[in-house]
Structure formats: structure tokens, C-alpha cells
């Protein structure tokens, strides 16, 4: 009779504990999904260029409409507390100083994916689209577009379109403001 082995899934409070415990330390590269710790893979240059490049367009929005956030984490479930490579977030007057920004605060979420697209797309998405965030955008490095979601579900996000080099595209929350794709996937 074979055993089946259970997984200890953690907490987002039991994983800020690991932290402060110093199990964890800031320079580990890991995230909580789902209650596991997951292993996130190493920041290629490509992939680190394409975030300073995002992070500079977004920057330029005003700061009384989005705090512009990158590789820190968004709390979407007490087991979940993923850590995506820019997120635009509402103004809050402690800049998210107190607690770490939930779903309802998310204005457009960002992930840049390279050796990472499978998971970012089979299961991160998923999880950002039973959180409800309006927006995802994934800068597919390997394909050379920008993939977004739209109309989350609880079964995944109903709406998504892909845009190519010469594309353009404008986030839901700020449609005046134009992103060249050519500049997001460099």
C-alpha cells in the first residue's frame, strides 16, 4: 500500500516569519504561491533591460494617479504572495508602507517572461485572474510580444490579446496613456 505524502503548505504571515526568523533572507529569490516557496529563475540581462525600460515609460505618469512598484510583493490570498516584475498600483499615502498591496489596489500588473513564460502563463495567471487584478500584462521575450489579459474569471481571464512590434496598446486604467510594444519588448 503506497503512502501518500502531504506537503506543509505555508502562510503568507508563516513566510514573513521564515524572514524575520532569518530562514529567508532578502537575497533568497522566492516566492509564496499556493502556500509553497517557489524558486524564482535568475534575472537574465534581456530580462532585466525590458524591466528598467517598463519601469522608466511607467514613471512617467503622474504620482497622484499610480505608485509605480517593481519586483516587490502584491498579497493576493492568505497562501499566495507572488512578486511580479512591475506593478502600477493607487495612491496610498504610505506607499504601501504598512501592508503589502492587495488585488483591489492593482492597476495593471506586469510580467516579464523569458525562460519563465509557462509558468507566468499556466500558473501565475490563473491565480492573478481568481484575484480579480483587471489587468495582466506579459512581455513575452521569447515570442517578441506583449500578451494581455483582460475580464478576469475564476476560470482564467476571458479576454486576451496579443500585440507585435509596431503594435500599440493603452492600460485600462490609463487609456490616454499609449505603450509602444517595440519599447516594452526592446
Known amino acids: 500500500m503506497a503512502v501518500q505524502l502531504l506537503k506543509r503548505l505555508f502562510t503568507v504571515e508563516e513566510y514573513h516569519l521564515m524572514g524575520k526568523a532569518g530562514i529567508l533572507s532578502e537575497g533568497d529569490r522566492v516566492e509564496l504561491i499556493e502556500g509553497e516557496l ?29 505608485i509605480v512598484t517593481v ?21 496610498r499615502a504610505d506607499y504601501y508602507s504598512t501592508a503589502h498591496p492587495l488585488p483591489s489596489e492593482v492597476l495593471l500588473l506586469i510580467e516579464v517572461a523569458d525562460t519563465s513564460i509557462d509558468y507566468d502563463r499556466d500558473v501565475k495567471l490563473p491565480i492573478y485572474a481568481r484575484s480579480q487584478i483587471q489587468e495582466v500584462w506579459i512581455v513575452n521575450l521569447q515570442e517578441n510580444c506583449l500578451e494581455v489579459y483582460r475580464q478576469p474569471t475564476v476560470n482564467g481571464y476571458s479576454l486576451m490579446l496579443r500585440f507585435w512590434r509596431g503594435d500599440e496598446v493603452s492600460p485600462l486604467a490609463f487609456p490616454e496613456f499609449v505603450v509602444s510594444v517595440d519599447l516594452a519588448i526592446g
Open 38 to 66: 517557489v524558486q524564482m529563475a535568475a534575472i537574465g540581462t534581456r530580462h532585466a533591460g525590458c524591466v528598467n525600460r517598463i519601469t522608466r515609460l511607467f514613471c512617467r505618469l503622474p504620482e497622484e494617479r499610480a
Open 71 to 91: 519586483q516587490n510583493p502584491i498579497q493576493v490570498s492568505q497562501r499566495t504572495e507572488p512578486q511580479p516584475d512591475l506593478v502600477l498600483l493607487q495612491p
